[in-house]
């Protein structure tokens, strides 16, 4: 089957319980299907845009041409339209590095095991969900839960963080290069989050384990419910009002050099 047909025939099947099948029934569409050796992951997005205007196009699409990427992986640049969101591009990536230009939609990278994804724009919410190894590179701002129930492998922020970011994080590293939104690191068990500006509210709410530190301003209610983990602010925030504790440590410091 050509593989634009094969697209078609996956975009018209009812979507899977969870998130492993859904990529797993994207892959057997796409080994299944005949194309040319040549073609390239852009080739493929521009043919797929004819199916823009159908139902569940901007996850279905994401989980295919993820599927066409893990087959064939290598190095591949994939330059988006401005007009049409596409979720789940680079997840389950276990190698290879991908180059999205543009803004990619929620779950980029999502289940990423291995490679390199590289976000030149920005992106939308639950990048990295999941992610057990890897990196991810992300140039614009991150929408929220970035990282939720991240495992490992690292994701870099050039820009801003908004809210929840390291939700229910297990292991891993997040960096943000600019400002986080409310309740970073909510219920994190694991892991190390650095935020270079400030964070707002609820920094560490229910924390249980892992590092945050933000070399910024913070706001209120810091560490509400915390049970475990460190975090580290700056010194000359120490009479911003706490939450109440139950465990863990508040580190307050100069941060020279």
């Known amino acids: 089957m050509e593989i634009t047909k094969s697209f078609e025939a996956f975009l018209n099947t009812k979507q899977e319980e969870n998130l492993e099948k859904e990529f797993a029934s994207a892959l057997n569409f796409v080994n299944s299907a005949e194309f040319d050796k040549s073609m390239t992951l852009q080739n493929l997005y521009e043919a797929l845009l004819s199916f823009k205007e159908v139902k569940d196009f901007q996850t ?62 920005s992106v939308k919410d639950n990048c990295g969900y999941f992610m057990k190894g890897g990196k991810i590179v992300v140039k614009g701002d991150a929408s929220n839960h970035l990282g939720h129930f991240m495992n490992g492998g690292e994701i870099t922020v ?13 292991g891993g590293r997040i960096e943000c290069k600019g400002s986080a ?18 964070a707002w509210d ?56």
């Open 158 to 170: 050039e820009k801003n963080i908004y809210d929840f970011a390291g939700n229910c994080m297990i």
């Open 181 to 198: 939104g409310y309740s970073l690191g909510y219920r994190m068990s694991g892991g190390v989050i650095e935020i270079k500006d400030l």
């Open 202 to 257: 609820l920094i560490g709410e229910e924390m249980a384990g892992g590092k945050i530190t933000v070399r910024g301003h913070i706001g209120k209610e810091l560490c509400q419910n915390m049970s475990g983990g460190i975090v580290t602010v700056r010194e000359e925030y120490k009479d911003t009002p706490k939450g109440k504790t139950f465990g863990g440590k508040i580190i307050y410091s100069n941060f020279k050099g």
């Open 60 to 121: 279905k699409c994401g989980f295919f041409l993820s599927a066409f990427f893990s087959r064939e992986c290598g190095n591949q640049t994939l330059a988006l339209k401005d007009d049409c969101q596409i979720d789940f591009l680079g997840s389950f990536l276990a190698s290879g590095e991908l180059k999205i230009i543009g803004d990619a939609g929620d779950f980029a990278g999502s289940f990423l095991s291995g490679g390199k994804v590289f976000i030149e724009g």
